[in-house]
């Protein structure tokens, strides 16, 4: 979220009157300008910012460290680095000695500001740790690896019959394991170094790792029985890892963190902004995402019992800007038109290549990417959901701070992106904040009194039930996060407590006092701590316009007025409730029950990638087939974004939404009734045009 104010000096914080200066947090995107010479840690508090600290202070516990951000930070317009801070103190320096300090890391405690600093408070150091809610789903993967495991016998060099180790082996491969080779055997330059000593370690038995039934990428004495490999969902907020088994594709432990990107900008124009600001930004944020990975990869290694060596082969997928800065790739020619991708096409290479210590012969496959803004995750939604494999007008949404959309069915695929923005996962709202323990994540107010009751992350009972009160005490109620907004912006405009136009109905005072005068507008007062106010109204609804813009755009592109079946992806997706999505006008009118959350898709089609070589050529087959469109230099998204501002919609009636939850009486101007009339007009293909 973003919310600039100024903290009132802390005692002897300023006691000479020096200027203010403008400390930004990441990643709650916290904002304020404080006195010179104030704590990080002090304006921190002041701000709500969520940094763990039990010692109060003292430099004892060293719960309190951060990252001071370096570089130009153009979206906030300041310059930060690690002199934006004092200098380390001697306390720092004791603690750091005895306890240890990560490079560039610093107690926020300890952390006096004396010029603007953008400053990222780490998971480790958040009191509430964001849920990264990126689980594996069930389905079922028809198992066909491109790298397979095969025990083989080889017999012993004679001095009669000369010929080399490896020509040995391969004639044993092609012998024994004939329905698994393919072709000419081929090696890479590891696995002939380690030939010899493996093949009499293991008394001239040995398991190799055969890729694509041709080339040996891992060799091992005696009986390798698992080796794994990993798919990963590189998003822009957090990122998740399936280690999976290569022979059975059990799941056999997933993780999740946030992307350490996060720390150069919340949204990807933000980074790219940072890349162009800073000559070595992009080796940066390079940097930050593969240690990330490495991380990831290694707690799931471990997780299940292995280690990084076991990892034989990786699949990836990420939008556009994640993509390019995953290989090293300056995303400059991302951030503005005509949008180019440096490659849009499926890669295949060394893992180690990306910087990642694995197994030695391990690959790395990366999907396709769709178009400038469409990447390589959209890709994988499409792999996992199958949208050109059936009759069904289908729509897949795959909702971020960049909502990617792909509309079509087995005849016809288009596909855009289009400007959410970051407010639907909690940024630039008010008491918005990623989900993690004592967010509010579900809503309801009665229509009549107006009266909230609410449902908490980490804890089983609503507000209005008993035991709500003591077991909320362990985590408290620290806001509001994206499902939370969309189901209470939802019921507020169910209750009449917004109108059509989404301004908040001062006049509902009367029935409320839940209603508070705000300045020139009015808020909704859900507990104690958190409101929603008609800034957050307005934030939410810039958002929702811009997707229902790109999804009805692509609607009138394969001149479609309905849609069969609407696919919510990605882990906000999952857990958005559809009728809500779809009173606010998120999602096109069509029954309920053809509204599925399907997870992970993107995650999910990695794994599929993973686990069977041809998903891969089908994916990029579908991909060359699918039709891009540039919602930024379409003349009808403006007009479509321009009625989509209001709930659900200016002119599109939601005549299906409205057979089956009761809606506020529409106010209609004279200038809507055309468009209401046109679309009956056309047997009840209603259109926004």
């Not at 083989?152 to 060099?157: A, K, L, M, T």
């Not at 998003?235 to 999976?244: D, N, P, R």
């Not at 792909?406 to 855009?416: H, I, K, S, T």
């Not at 087939?625 to 540039?630: A, L, M, Q, S």
């Given at each position: 979220?973003?919310?600039?104010t100024?903290?009132?000096?802390?005692?002897?914080?300023?006691?000479?009157?020096?200027?203010?200066?403008?400390?930004?947090?990441?990643?709650?995107?916290?904002?304020?300008?404080?006195?010179?010479?104030?704590t990080?840690?002090?304006a921190?508090?002041?701000?709500?910012?969520?940094?763990?600290?039990?010692?109060g202070?003292?430099?004892?516990c060293?719960?309190?460290?951060?990252?001071?951000?370096?570089?130009?930070?153009?979206?906030?317009?300041?310059?930060?680095?690690a002199?934006?801070?004092?200098?380390?103190?001697?306390?720092?320096?004791?603690?750091?000695?005895?306890?240890?300090l990560?490079?560039?890391?610093?107690?926020?405690?300890?952390?006096?500001?004396?010029?603007?600093?953008?400053?990222?408070?780490?998971?480790?150091?958040?009191?509430?740790?964001?849920?990264?809610?990126?689980?594996?789903?069930?389905?079922?993967i028809e198992?066909?690896?491109?790298v397979?495991?095969?025990l083989?016998?080889?017999?012993?060099?004679d001095m009669?019959?000369?010929?080399?180790?490896?020509?040995?082996?391969?004639?044993?491969?092609?012998?024994?394991?004939?329905?698994?080779?393919?072709?000419?055997?081929?090696?890479?330059?590891?696995?002939?170094?380690?030939?010899?000593?493996?093949l009499?370690?293991g008394?001239?038995?040995?398991?190799v790792?055969?890729?694509?039934?041709?080339h040996?990428?891992?060799?091992?004495?005696?009986?390798?029985?698992?080796?794994v490999?990993?798919?990963?969902?590189?998003?822009?907020?957090?990122?998740?890892?399936?280690?999976?088994?290569?022979?059975?594709?059990?799941v056999?432990?997933?993780?999740?963190?946030?992307?350490?990107?996060?720390?150069?900008?919340e949204?990807?124009?933000?980074?790219?902004?940072?890349?162009?600001?800073?000559?070595?930004?992009?080796?940066?944020?390079?940097?930050?995402?593969?240690a990330?990975?490495?991380?990831?990869?290694?707690?799931?290694?471990?997780q299940?019992g292995?280690?990084?060596d076991?990892?034989?082969?990786?699949?990836?997928?990420?939008?556009?800007?994640?993509?390019?800065?995953?290989?090293?790739?300056d995303?400059?020619?991302l951030g503005?038109?005509?949008?180019?991708?440096?490659?849009?096409?499926?890669l295949?290479?060394?893992?180690?290549?990306?910087?990642?210590?694995?197994?030695?012969?391990?690959?790395?496959?990366?999907?396709?990417?769709?178009?400038?803004?469409?990447?390589?995750?959209?890709?994988?939604?499409?792999?996992?959901?199958?949208?050109?494999?059936?009759?069904?007008?289908?729509?897949l949404?795959?909702?971020g701070?960049?909502?990617?959309?792909?509309?079509?069915?087995?005849?016809?695929?288009?596909?855009?992106?289009?400007?959410?923005?970051?407010?639907f996962?909690?940024?630039?709202?008010?008491?918005?904040?990623?989900?993690?323990?004592?967010a509010i994540?579900?809503?309801?107010?009665?229509?009549?009194?107006?009266?909230?009751?609410f449902?908490?992350?980490?804890?089983?009972?609503?507000?209005d039930?008993?035991?709500?009160?003591?077991?909320?005490?362990?985590?408290g109620?620290?806001g509001i996060?994206?499902s939370?907004?969309?189901?209470?912006?939802?019921?507020?405009?169910?209750?009449?407590?917004?109108?059509?136009?989404?301004?908040?109905?001062?006049?509902?005072?009367?029935?409320?006092?839940?209603i508070?005068a705000?300045?020139?507008?009015?808020?909704?007062r859900?507990?104690?701590?958190v409101?929603?106010?008609?800034?957050?109204?307005?934030?939410?609804?810039?958002?929702?316009?811009?997707?229902?813009?790109?999804?009805?755009?692509?609607?009138?592109?394969?001149?479609?007025?309905?849609?069969?079946?609407v696919?919510?992806?990605?882990?906000f997706?999952?857990?958005?409730?559809?009728?809500?999505?779809?009173?606010?006008?998120?999602i096109?009118d069509?029954?309920l029950?053809?509204?599925?959350?399907a997870?992970?898709?993107?995650?999910?089609?990695?794994?599929?990638?993973?686990?069977?070589?041809?998903?891969?050529?089908e994916?990029?087959?579908?991909?060359r087939?699918?039709?891009?469109?540039?919602t930024?230099?379409?003349?009808?998204?403006?007009?479509?974004?321009?009625?989509?501002?209001a709930?659900p919609?200016?002119?599109?009636?939601?005549?299906?939404?409205?057979?089956?939850?009761?809606?506020?009486?529409?106010i209609?101007?004279?200038?809507?009734?055309?468009?209401?009339?046109?679309?009956r007009?056309?047997g009840?293909?209603?259109?926004s045009?």
């Open positions: 979220m973003s919310t600039d100024t903290i009132a000096d802390a005692p002897d914080a300023n006691p000479s009157g020096k200027t203010d200066v403008k400390i930004v947090f990441t990643p709650s995107g916290r904002q304020a300008k404080v006195a010179q010479g104030t990080v840690l002090q921190a508090r002041e701000l709500g910012v969520d940094i763990d600290s039990v010692c202070g003292r430099a004892m060293g719960r309190c460290q951060i990252n001071v951000g370096t570089g130009e930070f153009a979206k906030h317009g300041i310059v930060s680095g002199d934006s801070l004092g200098a380390v103190t001697a306390v720092e320096t004791r603690y750091a000695g005895k306890r240890g990560a490079d560039g890391r610093r107690l926020s405690c300890q952390s006096v500001l004396l010029a603007d600093a953008v400053i990222d408070v780490p998971p480790e150091s958040q009191v509430h740790n964001q849920l990264v809610r990126k689980a594996a789903d069930e389905r079922q198992m066909d690896p491109v397979r495991l095969c083989v016998e080889v017999r012993e060099p009669h019959e000369p010929s080399g180790d490896f020509r040995r082996l391969s004639e044993a491969l092609a012998q024994q394991w004939p329905d698994r080779v393919s072709g000419e055997i081929t090696c890479d330059l590891h696995i002939l170094q380690q030939l010899q000593p493996v009499r370690e008394k001239w038995l040995v398991t790792a055969l890729r694509d039934g041709c040996v990428t891992g060799i091992w004495p005696g009986l390798k029985e698992k080796v490999g990993v798919a990963i969902d590189v998003g822009s907020t957090t990122m998740s890892a399936h280690l999976c088994d290569m022979a059975t594709g059990a056999l432990a997933s993780t999740g963190a946030m992307n350490p990107q996060i720390r150069f900008g949204d990807l124009m933000s980074r790219v902004s940072y890349g162009i600001m800073n000559p070595d930004g992009p080796a940066e944020m390079t940097k930050a995402v593969i990330g990975l490495q991380t990831l990869i290694d707690g799931a290694a471990e299940a292995m280690s990084s076991d990892v034989v082969e990786i699949v990836l997928v990420g939008n556009p800007v994640m993509h390019h800065l995953l290989l090293g790739i995303p400059l020619e503005g038109a005509p949008f180019a991708l440096a490659i849009d096409t499926a295949s290479l060394k893992a180690c290549d990306l910087g990642l210590a694995l197994n030695q012969g391990a690959r790395a496959y990366i999907l396709p990417c769709i178009a400038g803004h469409v990447g390589a995750d959209a890709a994988g939604v499409v792999l996992a959901e199958a949208p050109q494999k059936t009759d069904k007008m289908t729509l949404i795959d909702v701070t960049n909502a990617e959309i792909v509309v079509g069915n087995r005849d016809r695929l288009l596909a855009a992106s289009s400007p959410t923005g970051p407010a996962e909690g940024a630039q709202i008010s008491s918005g904040q990623r989900a993690a323990p004592g994540e579900r809503v309801r107010i009665d229509p009549v009194t107006l009266e909230p009751r449902c908490v992350i980490g804890v089983d009972q609503w507000s039930e008993d035991g709500f009160d003591e077991a909320v005490k362990s985590t109620i620290t996060c994206g939370g907004i969309i189901e209470i912006l939802g019921e507020m405009y169910l209750s009449g407590i917004i109108t059509m136009d989404g301004v908040i109905d001062g006049g509902k005072a009367a029935i409320s006092p839940r508070e705000d300045d020139r507008t009015f808020r909704y859900v507990s104690d701590n409101t929603v106010t008609q800034n957050d109204v307005r934030a939410i609804q810039l958002a929702k316009a811009a997707l229902y813009a790109g999804f009805r755009l692509l609607m009138d592109k394969i001149n479609i007025s309905q849609i069969d079946k696919v919510l992806a990605g882990a997706g999952t857990h958005i409730d559809p009728k809500y999505a779809m009173v606010l006008g998120m096109p069509c029954e029950e053809n509204v599925r959350a997870g992970n898709s993107a995650g999910a089609g990695a794994r599929m990638a993973l686990l069977n070589k041809g998903a891969r050529a994916i990029e087959q579908t991909v087939n699918i039709e891009k469109i540039e930024a230099i379409e003349p009808s998204f403006q007009d479509h974004f321009v009625k989509a501002m709930i919609h200016k002119s599109d009636p939601y005549a299906k939404l409205a057979a089956m939850v009761p809606l506020p009486e529409r209609l101007t004279a200038q809507d009734a055309p468009a209401l009339e046109g679309g007009r056309r009840g293909r209603r259109r045009s």
